[in-house]
């Protein structure tokens, strides 16, 4: 077997850095900050059926907003850099830019349907809360579409094969991936919020 045309998903995290739980604590009260004092992203998720808040559609500015956020993308554009190192991308003169970054706060019950990030590059999410039932995040085979009449998988099919793939996160995990893959968040069976940042590369 030639395993050919992969879909490669970049997974670390930020919790064996120093004094990570001090910067996590920080992330998460920053997060609550925006959910509280954001009215229009509160109006965005209402007209939108958001179950809970997002900052995605009315503020672009979270790293020169506070400076967690801004040590958060110093970390992310490390990662970024790996990752698309191992994509074997060239990027000639130009670079990967971070160009949007939001929070998420996702309440019990809530989720987030199937999506792509047009626009970019690597795209992906550091999570920031996930208690007891918090949602994983699932991946969907870009192949999908084009399967026809194929029979479903066994149960027992190796994670590379399967239609579909559950990554369940922890505090401080990053997981990036490519901007065309579509994912979803399904609802959050946890009994507090589930709190994510996510974010957009592009090649600039």
Same mark, same amino acid.
């Given at each position: 077997m030639r395993q050919l045309f992969p879909t490669p998903v970049y997974e670390s995290s930020l919790s064996t850095d120093r004094s990570f739980e001090n910067f996590r604590s920080e992330l998460e009260a920053a997060c609550h900050m925006l959910g509280d004092e954001d009215t229009a992203g509160r109006a965005w998720c209402r007209a939108n059926g958001y179950g809970g808040y997002t900052s995605y559609a009315s503020l672009d500015d979270l790293p020169t907003r506070a400076s967690v956020f801004g040590e958060l993308k110093?970390?992310? !554009?490390?990662?970024? =850099?790996?990752?698309?190192?191992? +994509?074997?991308? !060239? +990027?000639? =003169?130009? =670079?990967?830019?971070? !160009? #949007?970054?939001? @929070?998420? %706060? +996702?309440?019990?019950?809530?989720?987030?349907?199937?999506?792509?990030?047009?626009? #970019? @590059? %690597?795209?992906?999410?550091?999570? @920031?809360?996930?208690? %007891?039932?918090a949602s994983a995040l699932k991946l969907e085979d870009p192949r999908l579409p084009l399967m026809m009449a194929a029979p479903p998988r066994r149960a027992d099919a190796a994670e590379a094969t399967r239609n579909f793939v559950y990554l369940t996160p922890r505090p401080g995990t990053v997981l990036m991936w490519e901007s065309w893959l579509r994912h979803e968040v399904p609802a959050n069976r946890a009994r507090t919020d589930r709190i994510s940042i996510s974010f957009n590369y592009g090649w600039r």
């Amino acid at each position: 077997m030639r395993q050919l045309f992969p879909t490669p998903v970049y997974e670390s995290s930020l919790s064996t850095d120093r004094s990570f739980e001090n910067f996590r604590s920080e992330l998460e009260a920053a997060c609550h900050m925006l959910g509280d004092e954001d009215t229009a992203g509160r109006a965005w998720c209402r007209a939108n059926g958001y179950g809970g808040y997002t900052s995605y559609a009315s503020l672009d500015d979270l790293p020169t907003r506070a400076s967690v956020f801004g040590e958060l993308k110093t970390k992310l !554009d490390r990662h970024a =850099r790996t990752f698309a190192q191992e +994509l074997a991308f !060239d +990027l000639g =003169r130009g =670079r990967l830019k971070l !160009d #949007s970054l939001w @929070v998420n %706060i +996702l309440k019990p019950g809530a989720a987030h349907s199937g999506h792509i990030h047009p626009h #970019s @590059v %690597i795209s992906g999410t550091v999570y @920031v809360a996930t208690p %007891i039932g918090a949602s994983a995040l699932k991946l969907e085979d870009p192949r999908l579409p084009l399967m026809m009449a194929a029979p479903p998988r066994r149960a027992d099919a190796a994670e590379a094969t399967r239609n579909f793939v559950y990554l369940t996160p922890r505090p401080g995990t990053v997981l990036m991936w490519e901007s065309w893959l579509r994912h979803e968040v399904p609802a959050n069976r946890a009994r507090t919020d589930r709190i994510s940042i996510s974010f957009n590369y592009g090649w600039r």
